[in-house]
Nanobody
Framework: QVQLAESGGGLVQAGGSLRLSCVVSGSADSIDHIDWYRRAPGKLREWLTITHSGGKVLYLDSVKGRFTISRDNAKNTVYLQMNNLTYEDKAVYYC??????WGQGTQVTVSS
């Protein structure tokens, strides 16, 4: 059974940066594609970005230029580098695997 585990969340001041990690385990295959989502308080879950094994990446327009997705296949890990964070980025961040498995989420809080 595939498991995904996010980490790297925390409290950061506005304008600061965080790097989230998503470790994929339990799969004999290499990572194909991984998505990052977030759910802000009182809002629906929002898709942010995806990385494909072939190298293609896509971003939600509102995070393009601030967020960067990357992967380390040797570590079965996908990263989300988030820069210039604002209060509106406060949310629980989740990664989702290619078969629809979700991690438990990691909380990101941005203080003004």
């Amino acid at each position: 059974q595939v498991q995904l585990a996010e980490s790297g969340g925390g409290l950061v001041q506005a304008g600061g940066s965080l790097r989230l990690s998503c470790v994929v385990s339990g799969s004999a295959d290499s990572i194909d594609h991984i998505d990052w989502y977030r759910r802000a308080p009182g809002k629906l879950r929002e898709w942010l970005t995806i990385t494909h094994s072939g190298g293609k990446v896509l971003y939600l327009d509102s995070v393009k230029g601030r967020f960067t997705i990357s992967r380390d296949n040797a570590k079965n890990t996908v990263y989300l580098q988030m820069n210039n964070l604002t209060y509106e980025d406060k949310a629980v961040y989740y990664c989702k695997g290619q078969d629809g498995d979700w991690g438990q989420g990691t909380q990101v809080t941005v203080s003004s």
